[in-house]
């Protein structure tokens, strides 16, 4: 049915069984396409955590190409650079529009490449290696891009509405204990392929309601820890934010809406002593990460999701409870098409984030 | 009684068959199966209208909307009663953001809690003056440049950890009044909005209000009235007129 055009905002939902139960893509399917007039077919995509249990120890890359001749770019490349266990072209259905070619590879670092070939890959550390093999795709590699790069987890996105990616990719055929999805109503920048959401490093993936009107601050901020902002699309800084923060300088998780949604000069003024000192200090190192303007996300990490607003909540954001599954999503309805008598609604305060990871005895199951 | 099954029926469709019923002279719509479906009694002038709704209604719900009651027996969403101009809606459960977003006359009784930024611009003119009664607790920026109208904030789950009404209170106020059940902290009041008791006259106003909100809900007047009532007024018409330009 032809859409007429009236309203726009992005849609995100997502949950996660925290048991660690595996879902296969249709309820996420069916949730994010309740909110179909959210977004306007340019830009759709899910993220699934938990869907490469086989391949577990490698970093799984889904990597998208232009054409014939980037894939055979990278393929030398990651030759040269990876130990290639698995890959193959992505299984997709035949849709009637010209698309981009998709192939996963299931790789870990050769020894010998992180004993430095060149000064940009001296690191021994695993993860380290594959970002930066990640961003020099993304800047390099002429018509390719790495969609996402994490372990026993995906991203699948294109240009469409959420049920034709779903389609596309056949997410119903996976079985993930974590979806999260989008759909996109784009705004400042372009609709393509790359600039769908989740975008993903790692195991980070983030599907985004909004405007990252700080993008610029936050690129040159990145920019200086050598992450490359290649998608054309604000989000895009969300992820590498949360490599560099959580992963790479251990600041718990926990806090990080004191970062990303930092409380206003005029609140923390009103603080007692130590909680001033804190976020004041959160200002003087983490100003640059600061993420100006609305919005809301769904972050999913190793083990669990979590969603966050800005600080004066300008976009939507809804969680429920059902059992030992969390939801989360920009409308009640979203969740409520999928699961019938929910324990629990309810919304998030402003710039906190609402955190849902697996139990310990799931996490060892699953990893 | 005309039921609508709304399953799986998008908007549009939902619309239409809405209004179809009301030119056929159904006047007792019951909407079931409702799941985020967006404008429900979106522009509906017709007083005698009674929509009841079982599901989640979709955002926008009654916006525009000039004489029908809309029940929903369940929660709601985002932007309910947007622009309204009279009617009433009446909410068996939560609601979302922006709940009476510029309505300019007719009421809403909420249940349960309201997200951010309720009653956001409402405004009044001459006889049409919107009222708002929420019987739960009330997210951030309760009141946002409101220009007119009444709000009753009754904070009937409030607790230590669940304040009635959240911080930035009335911010840019500069009509209509607020209506707080118990006492509120002055810090998370804007600093150009006031603290005033509450005369006789507004009493009338909020008792009247309170007992329809305990009628629909079946709630104890005499427990909802067992505490004073606060007012909240804008210090200033024009609160932001000397924002650009320095005054005198």
């Known amino acids: 049915m032809e859409l007429s055009k009236d309203i726009s905002g992005c849609g995100i939902a997502g949950f996660i069984n925290t048991d660690g139960t595996l879902t296969s893509g249709i309820d996420i399917a069916d949730s994010i396409n309740l909110m179909k007039e959210r977004g306007n077919g340019l830009g759709a995509g899910f993220a699934a955590y938990g869907i490469y249990p086989d391949f577990k120890e490698y970093y799984a890359l889904h990597i998208m190409y232009d054409n014939e001749q980037s894939r055979k770019n990278t393929e030398a490349y990651l030759d040269r650079k990876l130990h290639i266990e698995q890959h193959g072209g992505m299984p997709t259905r035949i849709i009637n529009k010209k698309r981009p070619i998709f192939f996963v590879y299931f790789v870990e670092p050769r020894e010998q490449s992180t004993k430095a070939e060149s000064e940009e890959f001296q690191s021994r550390e695993a993860d380290e290696f594959i970002v930066k093999l990640t961003m020099h795709i993304n800047e390099k590699i002429d018509g390719a891009y790495v969609v996402s790069s994490g372990k026993n987890m995906g991203v699948f996105k294109g240009v469409g509405y959420p049920e034709e990616i779903a389609n596309l990719f056949r997410i119903d055929e996976y079985k993930a204990y974590m979806w999260t999805a989008h759909n996109r109503f784009p705004t400042n920048t372009p609709g393509w392929w790359g600039g769908a959401h989740p975008f993903s490093l790692l195991d980070w993936s983030v599907v985004h309601n909004g405007e990252i009107s700080s993008y610029g601050a936050n690129k040159r901020y990145l920019e200086m820890y050598r992450y490359k902002c290649t998608q054309k699309t604000d989000t895009e800084v969300i992820a590498y934010l949360l490599d560099l923060i959580i992963r790479k300088h251990k600041f718990p998780l926990e806090k990080i809406g004191d970062i990303f949604s930092a409380p206003l000069w005029s609140e923390i003024n009103k603080m007692q002593k130590k909680d001033k000192e804190f976020h004041t200090a959160l200002r003087m190192v983490y100003g640059s990460a600061l993420l100006n303007g609305p919005f809301s996300i769904l972050v999913g990490f190793k083990g669990g999701i979590f969603g966050l607003n800005d600080r004066i909540k300008l976009r939507p954001l809804v969680a429920a409870k059902k059992g030992s599954t969390v939801y989360m999503a920009s409308e009640e309805s979203a969740i409520r098409y999928i699961v019938k008598d929910l324990d629990e609604v309810w919304m998030p305060d402003a710039g906190k984030p609402v955190i849902a990871k697996l139990t310990e005895e799931a996490y060892k199951n699953v990893y | ?248």
């Open chain 2, 1 to 248: 009684m005309h039921e609508i099954n709304a399953t799986d029926v998008h908007y549009k469709e939902l619309n239409e068959e809405i209004r179809e019923s009301i030119r056929n002279n159904e006047h007792d719509l019951i909407l079931d199966g409702v799941c985020g479906q967006y404008y429900i009694g979106c522009g509906i002038s017709n007083s005698n209208v009674k929509i009841t709704i079982n599901g989640v209604p979709g955002n926008d719900l009654g916006a525009f909307m000039n004489g029908p009651v809309i029940n929903v027996m369940n929660n709601a969403q985002d932007g309910i009663g947007n622009t309204m101009n009279g009617g009433k809606i009446v909410i068996h459960g939560s609601v979302g953001d922006v709940l009476a977003y510029s309505m300019r006359g007719g009421s809403i009784f909420v249940k349960e809690n309201v997200g951010y930024r309720a009653c956001i611009h409402m405004k009044a003119y001459k006889e049409m003056n919107p009222t708002v009664v929420i019987g739960g607790c009330a997210g951030a920026f309760a009141g946002e440049y409101m220009a007119g109208g009444t709000m009753i904030l009754l904070g009937l789950n409030k607790s230590e950890t669940r304040p009635i009404a959240g911080v930035y209170l009335a911010t840019g106020m500069h009509g209509g009044s607020i209506f707080i059940r118990g006492k509120i902290s002055h810090d998370i009041l804007w600093e150009k909005a006031e603290i005033e008791a509450v005369t006789n006259e507004d009493y009338t106003n909020i008792k009247n209000n309170v007992k329809e909100f305990c009628n629909i809900f079946k709630i104890d007047y005499n427990r909802v009235m067992d505490e004073e009532f606060v007012k909240v007024v804008p210090e200033s018409s024009r609160p932001y007129g000397n924002l650009y330009i320095p005054g005198p």
